[in-house]
């Protein structure tokens, strides 16, 4: 049998339903010859049955613990075949040919020196999700948390960390292709692997991203392909959002330790406290005199956070 074009690799858990739309989407909207491998992180709604059941041509590696995103991803892409590789969300819903069409336009990935290939992401028909992102560092960390960008626009040295004055209808170079869909050719990965498996789910999109621009290529945004990201992204993870919260600050550290160093990494945790004591304060103030659900909610947030920088458990 000839080895795919595409090998497309997606990470599920407890996703069943709009995995199975992902799924029914590729089928229908992809001509090129490809794979598609579900990498299943120990789901308990069912996940590994309904795909055997509804999709019995699709490769199924059922893990018996939740790995996380990243050592997923790595499982999957090491049985892949295909020329090209895309990760994908299982939140997804794939239109318009889009896995033909990046296939068709990554052919000159050696001429224009792309790396990884990203796509426009839709929240619904009418909402354009602004994907793409700088690589995390200080100054995002203390544009996001202490609203600089707001405060001080005029100073040069707060940057667009999020490329907010971009409305994502042009095609451009960005640092970090969101990891909803990436698009690569599979032999990038092959000598140096996929992820850093440190990352169990946010940053390794980004850590990836960096390799790929320290070796001389593009992470390359492209609006002739597209697709739906519901909600977001909030069908999947709000599951559990006050653990994902802490997972991405956890995350973003982790790339500024490994790739900005050690005093980049301390610059960031203290600017982290301090955003974060004001916060927990006001939550608990709010959570006290008003006593609603969402107040509670939000000091259950904050003030995890708070206890996990300074060395407590995780909520």
């Known amino acids: 049998m000839a080895e795919p074009t595409v090998s497309i690799v997606i990470v599920s858990w407890n996703t069943r339903d709009i995995l199975l739309d992902c799924l029914r989407s590729i089928e229908e909207e992809t001509t090129v010859s490809h794979e598609v491998i579900v990498v299943d992180n120990a789901s ?14 699709t490769r199924l590696i059922a ?21 090209f590789l895309l990760l994908l969300n299982p939140d997804t819903v794939v239109l318009d040919h889009a896995v033909d069409r990046c296939a068709e336009r990554m052919r000159t990935w050696r001429e224009e020196r792309i790396g990884i290939l990203g796509c426009q992401v839709w929240e619904t028909p009418e909402v354009l999700q602004r994907t793409s992102l700088a690589f995390p560092g200080p100054q995002s960390i203390v544009k996001g948390f202490f609203r600089l960008d707001t405060l001080l626009p005029f ?45 169990f789910v946010y940053g390794e999109e980004a850590d990836l991203c960096y390799r790929i621009w320290q070796r001389g290529l593009a992470c390359r945004f492209w609006t002739g392909a597209r697709i739906i990201h519901l909600d977001g992204g909030a069908k999947s ?49 709010m959570a006290t005199f008003r006593r609603r659900e969402d107040d509670r909610k939000t000091l259950a947030v904050w003030g995890g956070t708070l206890r996990w920088l300074l060395g407590g458990r995780r909520p």
Do not use: C
Request: glycine share 6%; no cysteine.
């Open 63 to 83: 893990n018996e613990e939740n790995r996380g995103f990243a050592a997923a991803n790595n499982q999957g892409a090491e049985i892949t075949t295909g020329e």
């Open 237 to 285: 993870t709000a599951q559990i959002r006050p653990t994902m919260h802490v997972q991405l600050l956890d995350s973003n550290l982790r790339f500024i330790r490994k790739n900005r160093g050690r005093i980049a990494w301390v610059v960031s945790w203290i600017a982290l406290v301090t955003a974060m004591i004001p916060r927990v304060v006001y939550a608990g103030i």
């Open 44 to 57: 308990h709604d069912g996940t590994v049955e309904a795909v055997r059941s509804a999709f019995p041509n």
């Open 155 to 199: 100073l040069p040295m707060i940057k667009d960390t999020e490329y907010s004055r971009w409305d994502r209808k042009s095609d451009r170079d960005v640092q970090v292709i969101t990891g909803v869909f990436m698009f690569m050719p599979r032999e990038l990965i092959e000598e140096d692997g996929l992820f850093d498996e440190q990352f």
